[in-house]
């Protein structure tokens, strides 16, 4: 069971880009799911959260700017990242509570995916 994020990536000021994270595994429900993100220096924030009934909430640095959604059929979480900002440039970390099957037993534990590095830069 893992959770895997989009690649990196590179944006100028006032930009767009599109985070995504799957999860994946013997996954029998996909409860909340969140995106943090950690600038160099930093502790990690949270930055948006969806439960699974699709209600959102929003940091309020990124509210009217960031738009989290889920795809529940593919077990995916995605963070769109419109006006982008030099500030926003840190690494980004998926997270979700995963029931998942271990033999013939439910498990559930909160995952974090690997990371992402988004660098708002011209």
């Known amino acids: 069971v893992q959770l895997q994020a989009s690649e990196e990536g590179l944006v100028q000021p006032g930009g767009s880009l599109r985070l995504s994270c799957a999860a994946s595994?013997?996954?029998?429900?996909?409860?909340?799911m969140r995106w943090y993100r950690q600038a160099p220096g930093k502790q990690r924030d949270l930055v948006a959260r969806?439960?699974?009934?699709?209600?959102?909430n929003y940091a309020d640095s990124v509210k009217g700017r960031f738009t989290i959604s889920r795809d529940n059929a593919k077990k995916t979480v995605y963070l769109q990242m419109n006006s982008l900002k030099p500030e926003d440039t840190a690494v980004y970390y998926c997270?979700?509570?995963?029931?998942?099957?271990?033999?013939?037993?439910?498990?559930?534990?909160?995952?974090w995916g690997q990371g992402t590095l988004v660098t708002v830069s011209s």
């Open positions: 997270n979700a509570d995963l029931t998942y099957y271990s033999g013939t037993s439910l498990y559930t534990e909160n995952f």
């Open positions: 595994g013997s996954i029998f429900r996909v409860h909340d």
């Open positions: 969806i439960s699974s009934r699709g209600s959102a």
